[in-house]
């Protein structure tokens, strides 16, 4: 299920990407033949599409262990104030 739902991230991104460059002034200003400007448009859209999930991604996995990280050092504080408290 994990693959499927990357695979529709990454086509959304995708998507996303092809939209910009459609709409970008980029299309018109080129000068480049019909055949060439899909071939330009099918490239920046894989490559930014790519490059936006994977972006995606690592951000992801850096705020899972950065939340890991915070969860553990919380529990471990709360673990040595009951330990000082009981000392007491």
């Given at each position: ?59 992801g996995?850096?705020?899972a262990d ?23």
């Amino acid at each position: 299920m994990q693959d499927f739902l990357d695979f529709l991230s990454w086509l959304g991104f995708t998507s996303l990407a092809a939209t910009v460059f459609g709409f970008s002034d980029v299309v018109g200003a080129t000068g480049l033949t019909g055949a060439e400007l899909m071939t330009l448009g099918l490239c920046v859209s894989f490559a930014g599409g790519s490059s936006g999930f994977l972006l995606c991604r690592w951000a992801g996995r850096g705020a899972a262990d950065l939340s890991s990280r915070i969860r553990q050092f919380v529990s471990d504080r709360q673990r040595l104030g009951a330990t000082l408290f009981e000392r007491a």
